[in-house]
C-alpha cells in the first residue's frame, strides 16, 4: 500500500509539472534563478545576502530575513555560509490568484567557520508571483522561501 501511495505521489508530482502553462514556467524559471541567489550565502558577506532583497516582494524579504535572525552579525551579513544545489526540476505545487507555489528537491550544505553540516534531503518551498507594482509590470518576484530539511519518511523535499 505504501509503495502504491508513493507512485501516487511521483505520479501526480510529474502530471503537475508536465501541465505548467507558459506563464507559470516564466514565473518558476525566474524564481528558482533568484531563490538560489538568496539561499546560496557567504559568511562574512553582506552583499551576498543583500543583492537578493530586489527578487522579493517587500513582505517576503522580511520574512526570509526573520528567519534569518540570529544568524546575521551587527552588518547584516550571514555567520555562514550555505550552499543549495538542486537535486532535480522544479515541482509545481499548485497556484492560487496568480500566486504559483512550488519546491526545488536538492541538498544543503552549511558551514560555520570549520563546522559543516550538509542536509541531503532538503528543498525550498517557493511562492512566487508577478509584480504588477514593478516599473515594468512583468518583474517576478519571491512572495515566501523557505529551506526544508527532510528526515525519515518526509515528503516535503520531494
Not at 38 to 61: H, I, M, Y
Not at 103 to 119: C, D, F, V
Not at 151 to 157: L, R, V
Request: hydrophobic share 40%.
Amino acid at each position: 500500500m505504501r509503495v502504491m501511495a508513493m507512485l501516487f505521489v511521483a505520479l501526480f508530482a510529474g502530471t503537475m509539472l508536465l501541465s505548467q502553462s507558459p506563464s507559470q514556467t516564466e514565473i518558476i524559471t525566474a524564481a528558482q534563478t533568484a531563490a538560489l541567489h538568496a539561499v546560496n550565502c557567504r559568511q562574512g558577506d553582506a552583499r551576498s545576502l543583500k543583492d537578493s532583497q530586489a527578487d522579493f516582494t517587500p513582505e517576503g524579504w522580511r520574512d526570509f530575513m526573520k528567519h534569518m535572525e540570529g544568524f546575521l552579525d551587527s552588518s547584516g551579513a550571514p555567520t555562514f555560509t550555505a550552499t543549495f544545489t538542486p537535486s532535480g526540476k522544479p515541482v509545481l505545487v499548485g497556484e492560487k490568484d496568480g500566486v504559483v507555489h512550488f519546491r526545488i528537491p536538492g541538498s544543503l550544505k552549511q558551514t560555520h567557520n570549520q563546522s559543516s553540516t550538509t542536509y541531503t534531503r532538503s528543498a525550498l518551498d517557493i511562492f512566487a508571483r508577478r509584480d504588477s507594482s514593478a516599473h515594468d509590470g512583468n518583474a517576478i518576484k519571491i512572495q515566501h522561501l523557505k529551506q526544508v530539511a527532510c528526515f525519515g519518511a518526509s515528503t516535503a523535499c520531494q
